[in-house]
Nanobody
C-alpha cells in the first residue's frame, strides 16, 4: 500500500505558474505508474497527466499539452506537475494517484491509491 500527499496548490492569476508535488510513502514508489487528475465543481474527475514507473513515458490530456509537465524523482518518492500558462479553466482540485500497472493509463478506475487533493484556483 502507498500513501500520497499533494502540496503546492493555491491561487494564481491567469498566465501564471504553479508546481504541484505528491509525496509517496509505503511500498516502493518506483513500482507505480503515477497520474494527476483534476475535478472541477459539478464535474467528473478528469485525467490530466501520467508518467511511467521510470519516467520514460508520459501522457497528457490535449488541453494541457505544451503547458503542463509531469515528472518524477524516484529517489525522493515524489511526482511533480509543473503547470505554466495557467487558464481559469484549469481551476479544480488536483489529485495524484498511483497504479500498480506496467503501462501508463488514463483511466481513473485503474488507479488504486489516491491523495486527498490540492486546490488550484486561476483568476482571470
Amino acid at each position: 500500500q502507498v500513501q500520497l500527499v499533494e502540496s503546492g496548490g493555491g491561487l494564481v492569476q491567469a498566465g501564471g505558474s504553479l508546481r504541484l508535488s505528491c509525496a509517496a510513502s509505503g511500498r516502493t514508489f518506483s513500482s507505480y505508474v503515477m497520474g494527476w487528475f483534476r475535478q472541477a465543481p459539478g464535474k467528473e474527475r478528469d485525467f490530466v497527466a501520467a508518467i511511467s514507473r521510470r519516467g520514460g513515458t508520459t501522457r497528457y490530456i490535449d488541453s494541457v499539452k505544451g503547458r503542463f509537465t509531469i515528472s518524477r524523482d524516484n529517489a525522493k518518492n515524489t511526482v511533480y506537475l509543473q503547470m505554466n500558462s495557467l487558464k481559469p479553466e484549469d481551476t479544480a482540485v488536483y489529485y495524484c494517484a498511483a497504479a500498480t500497472l506496467v503501462v501508463v493509463t488514463t483511466t481513473p478506475e485503474e488507479y488504486a491509491y489516491w491523495g486527498q487533493g490540492t486546490q488550484v484556483t486561476v483568476s482571470s
